[in-house]
């Protein structure tokens, strides 16, 4: 059925995994796909210029793998490959890099932040849901 699913994950936010992982893990499970879990850096060097804030950065994106690393390991993926990448940049548009570059024919995603609850779907799955040139899977979860 698939072959390779990605899950983007905010790693600031329980809610953009909790559920979604695991379904995720679950679907490549019964179709034999491989998962890539991908997080993003926001890009902020266009904003400041410097080494200092160079270095920032590299601690962000080492921060932001450490935190990726941990979040996978408590999700039991028992037979499934499970790969992990942090990007830097835009994360709509980083999402549907990875997309593209993994060969990916289903992102699985968060449809939004618990806190954003006036909105039907987050931003940021709303712009890879139209834009996204592989099935999209929403997952929206009440509480």
Known sequence: MFKSILI???IAHRSSWQ???PQA???ARNSGAV??????VREMTSMFEGVYFQFQVEQLIEDAR????????ENPADGVSIRQEVRLGSI????????????SDLIVMASH????QDYLIGPNAAHVARHAECS??????FE
Request: glycine share 4%; proline share 4%; charged share 20%.
């Open 8 to 10: 983007p994950i905010d």
């Open 19 to 21: 559920f979604a992982l």
């Open 25 to 27: 893990i679950e679907l």
């Open 35 to 40: 998962v890539t879990v991908i997080t993003v």
């Open 66 to 73: 450490t935190k990726l690393s941990q979040i996978v390991s």
């Open 92 to 103: 709509g548009h980083e999402i549907l890099a990875a997309a593209r570059a993994q060969g």
């Open 113 to 116: 932040r618990p806190e954003m």
């Open 136 to 141: 999209v899977l929403i997952l929206r979860r």
